[in-house]
C-alpha cells in the first residue's frame, strides 16, 4: 500500500468526468453474487487527460484485461447478474434531462441496450437475483426549496424498461438486492427520516429497516454491499470533505441484522468495497498520487493483491467501482 499522506492527497484528484454521478450516488451498487471468483468489470480512464469513463474486466490476479465500451461518452457503474452473463450500467445520453440513464449488456460488450429513458440522473443499478428486475436510484434534480424538493428515489424496473415501480423515496441511494432476492439494501435518508445511514427494505417497498446511523461527527455509511451468503454487508464509514465531495475512510463490516460492526485493516483512501463472489475477498479501488487503483484483500482487511496497474503508469489514471463476476461451479 501506499503511504498515508499520498493516498489522503490522492482523494483530491477523482476524475471529474464523474463528478455528478458520485455526488448522486458516492459508490456503486455492486452484486456480489454467491458462485466462483469471475472476472472484475470497473470503470476507467488510461490517464487524468481523459475526458470519458469507460467499462474494463480484467482477472483478479490482473490478467485479460478487456474493454468492454469505446463510445466516446461516459459510463459508470458496471454490476453483474447472478448469472454473470450480463452486466447493467449508468451511460451518458445526450439530449436528456441530467444525461445518465440505466443500460445493460452481455458479459463480452455486446448487446448494448438503454433500459430507462428518465429525466433526472439514474445511478446505482443492480440486477435482482433471478434477472427479472434491476434496482437503481434516480435523481429528479429539482432544487431543494419548499415548492419543489429534491428527491432521489429508488426504482425496480424490468430489463426491458417495463413495469417500472418506486420502491422508496427521499435522499436515497446505491440500492442492491441480497442473494436471495428478499430485501434491499440502501443508504442515505428516506423520505420521514432526519437522519441519514444503512438501511434494508423488502423489494415491495415495506419493512423499512435501519441499520447504521452514523450522520454526526463529520461522517457518513455509504456504499454497502452483501457478502454472497447474504449474511453480512460491507460499507464504507466515510470522512466527509466537503470541499471536495469525496468519501475517504474505513472498511467495515457488520452482519446483515446490524450487529458487530467492526472496521477492518484500516486502508486510507479506498472505496467502493464488494465482496467476491466466493466470499474469500473484498474488491476495492484505492487511491494513490494522481492514480486509482484496484486491489483485493482478504476478509480482515490484509492480504493486498494489486489487480489494475495505474499507478506504475507515468501518465496516471484510474480503475474504480468494482464489480465481481459470480461463475457457475462446475
Known amino acids: ?28 451498487a455492486r452484486a456480489a453474487f454467491p458462485g466462483s471468483n469471475g472476472r472484475i468489470a470497473y470503470i476507467g480512464v488510461p490517464s487524468y487527460a481523459t475526458i470519458h469513463t469507460d467499462i474494463f474486466t480484467v482477472l483478479p490476479n490482473g490478467s485479460g484485461f478487456e474493454q468492454l465500451t469505446d463510445n466516446g461518452v461516459s ?44 429525466d433526472g440522473i439514474d445511478s446505482s443499478p443492480g440486477f435482482s437475483p433471478n434477472g427479472r428486475r434491476i434496482a437503481y436510484a434516480k435523481d429528479n434534480l429539482e432544487s431543494a426549496d419548499e415548492d419543489t424538493p429534491r428527491r432521489v428515489s429508488i426504482f425496480k424496473i424490468r430489463p426491458d424498461g417495463e413495469r417500472k415501480r418506486r420502491m422508496v423515496t427521499g435522499l436515497v441511494t446505491a440500492p442492491e438486492y441480497s442473494p436471495n432476492g428478499e430485501r434491499i439494501v440502501f443508504s442515505g435518508i ?80 479506498s472505496v467502493s468495497p464488494t465482496y467476491s463472489p466466493a466470499g474469500d475477498r473484498i474488491a476495492l479501488s484505492i487511491h494513490g498520487e494522481q492514480c486509482v487503483d484496484i486491489y483485493t484483500i482478504n476478509v480482515w482487511g490484509s492480504d493486498p493483491r494489486l489487480v489494475t496497474h495505474n499507478c506504475d503508469a507515468a501518465q496516471g489514471g484510474t480503475a474504480r467501482q468494482p464489480s465481481w463476476q459470480p461463475v457457475a461451479g462446475d
Open 190 to 269: 428516506p423520505k420521514g427520516k432526519r437522519h441519514g445511514g444503512i438501511w434494508t427494505i423488502r423489494p415491495d417497498g415495506s419493512d423499512l429497516s435501519r441499520l447504521t446511523a452514523p450522520y454526526s461527527n463529520g461522517y457518513s455509511d455509504q456504499s454497502p454491499s452483501w457478502s454472497p451468503d447474504g449474511r453480512h454487508i460491507v460499507f464504507l464509514r466515510c470522512h466527509i470533505d466537503s470541499s471536495i465531495h469525496a468519501c475517504s475512510g474505513d472498511v467495515y463490516v457488520m452482519r446483515a441484522n446490524a450487529s458487530h460492526k467492526h472496521p477492518i485493516e484500516p486502508i486510507y483512501g
Open 75 to 118: 459510463e459508470y457503474e458496471p454490476s453483474w447478474s447472478s448469472t454473470g452473463r450480463r452486466l447493467t450500467f449508468i451511460r451518458g445520453v445526450a439530449g436528456t434531462v441530467g444525461g445518465y440513464q440505466v443500460f445493460k449488456m452481455n458479459a463480452s460488450g455486446g448487446n448494448q441496450t438503454r433500459v430507462t429513458h428518465d
Open 1 to 28: 500500500m501506499r503511504d498515508r499522506s499520498a493516498v489522503r492527497h490522492g482523494v483530491a484528484l477523482i476524475a471529474l468526468a464523474a463528478a455528478i454521478v458520485a455526488f448522486v450516488s458516492p459508490a456503486a
